[in-house]
Structures are given as structure tokens and as C-alpha cells.
């Protein structure tokens, strides 16, 4: 059977994006484990949960499931799983991954191993893509360097973020995915002139955010090569 790792943040991922992906490889038949930093439950973002920021149908859709799906609830810590036993690593996005999985060595570990095996593939979502800007190569150089991505947008952040970077819940952030990104030697372009962006570069995959959460999920279902009922 087909198998993918989540790798979920602790400190505020974002529902739409790491619960559409989820339950799109399920319905393909995928088996799918949660992991966290330190294998405790992770929690959406307030603001991906909020009926006024993402509609009343969504908001109660995404958080019936955080806090009902068993796998959510019980994930396992990244020091016990490795790439290689799976066939995807998804890293869905969410500021919280700022100041957790994007820093993890554990979680950069399973970025690198994904993407240089040979059959894996590995799924970045929004800021996730900061974890790219962290990873080396086995040679030392960045993994990301000369790589085409996506993911959220500085265009994006400055209408999040004050002028001192501080969020709206007094978190200040430590980071700009896209500078950091860029400066790692990121081919980076989010598309804002379209509704979604998922770029392919090898068995990297990247999305750009929530609304391209779907269409990120459905490109990797093809690059695995899984294909959907009729």
C-alpha cells in the first residue's frame, strides 16, 4: 500500500491546508501517518478555524476533523519515523511552522531523504517552505538552490504582519518564507496572477497556500501515480 508521512506543526498549521491533502490521499486509498516535533497533538491555527476568516461551511468542516480524526490525534514524534518508509512526506503550511517544523533538524532530515531517493516525493505547502531555506543537500549546498517553488508570498505577509512583523496574536515572526527562499537560491515564483500555484521540480513539490491545498494534493497523487475512482 501506498504510504505518506505528515509532518504537522505544533505551534498553529493551517487546517484547510493540511486537511484537504489528508483526506484527498485517503480517499486514494493511501495510508497516512501524523508526526510532530515532539508527537504532541497538534493544533490548527485560530484563524484557519475562524467561520469569518474562512467561512462558516469550512471553518466547521476543518475543525470537526482536527479534533476527530485519530491520526491528528494521535501522532507520532519525527524522531521515530525516516523517509524511507514512505513513499510522500507532505509538510502542510501554517505560520506555526516558522518556530517548529521548519527549524527541526529531524524535519529537514526527512525533506532531504525524500527528495534525493529515488522513489520518494515530498509535498511543501505554503510557509513550509521555509523548511527549504534550512536543508542542505548531502553535499552542503542548500537543497533548494536552483530549484523551481512556490509557496506564501511576501505580497501575502504584509497584509498579515505589522510593521515590527508582529502577528495579529503577538507572535512575532521570525521570518519571511520567500526572502529566505530566495536567498537560498530558490527559483521562486507564486503565481499571484492565478488562483492556484503548484510547481514540480523533480520529487520536490510545492503549493503555494490554502487555495492551492487541493490542487497540491491532486499533483502528487499524479507524480505517484495513484489513480482516482471514477
Not at 86 to 105: E, I, L, R, S
Not at 109 to 130: F, I, M, P, Q, S
Not at 178 to 189: I, P, R, S, T, Y
Not at 191 to 196: A, F, I, R, S
Request: charged share 25%.
Amino acid at each position: 500500500m501506498t504510504s505518506a508521512l505528515f509532518v504537522v506543526s505544533e505551534h498553529g498549521y493551517w487546517a484547510e491546508e493540511c486537511i484537504e491533502p489528508l483526506e484527498r490521499l485517503s480517499e486514494a486509498g493511501i495510508e497516512v501517518t501524523i508526526a510532530t516535533p515532539t508527537g504532541a497533538v497538534p493544533e490548527p491555527d485560530e484563524r484557519s478555524v475562524d467561520p469569518e476568516n474562512v467561512g462558516e461551511e469550512q471553518a466547521e468542516h476543518v475543525t470537526e476533523v482536527a479534533h476527530s480524526d485519530e491520526r491528528l490525534q494521535n501522532p507520532v514524534q519525527l524522531t521515530e519515523v525516516s523517509a524511507d518508509e514512505f513513499d510522500a512526506v507532505v509538510f502542510p503550511g501554517g505560520h506555526g511552522t516558522a518556530w517548529d517544523v521548519n527549524q527541526d533538524k529531524h524535519a529537514r532530515a526527512l525533506l532531504r531523504e525524500a527528495v534525493a531517493g529515488d522513489e520518494g516525493k515530498a509535498l511543501v505547502v505554503c510557509h513550509a517552505a521555509g523548511l527549504l531555506a534550512f536543508t542542505r543537500d548531502a553535499d552542503g549546498g542548500f537543497l533548494v538552490d536552483g530549484r523551481s517553488v512556490t509557496g506564501f508570498p511576501n505580497a501575502w505577509e504584509e497584509g498579515i504582519v505589522d510593521d515590527q512583523d508582529l502577528m495579529p496574536d503577538g507572535r512575532k515572526l521570525p521570518y519571511w518564507v520567500e526572502d529566505e527562499v530566495k536567498a537560498a537560491g530558490g527559483n521562486w515564483d507564486a503565481e499571484l496572477d492565478q488562483d492556484t500555484s503548484v510547481t514540480v521540480d523533480g520529487d520536490l513539490i510545492t503549493g503555494r497556500g490554502p487555495s492551492s491545498s487541493a490542487a497540491a494534493a491532486q499533483t502528487l497523487l499524479d507524480e505517484l501515480g495513484i489513480e482516482q475512482p471514477a
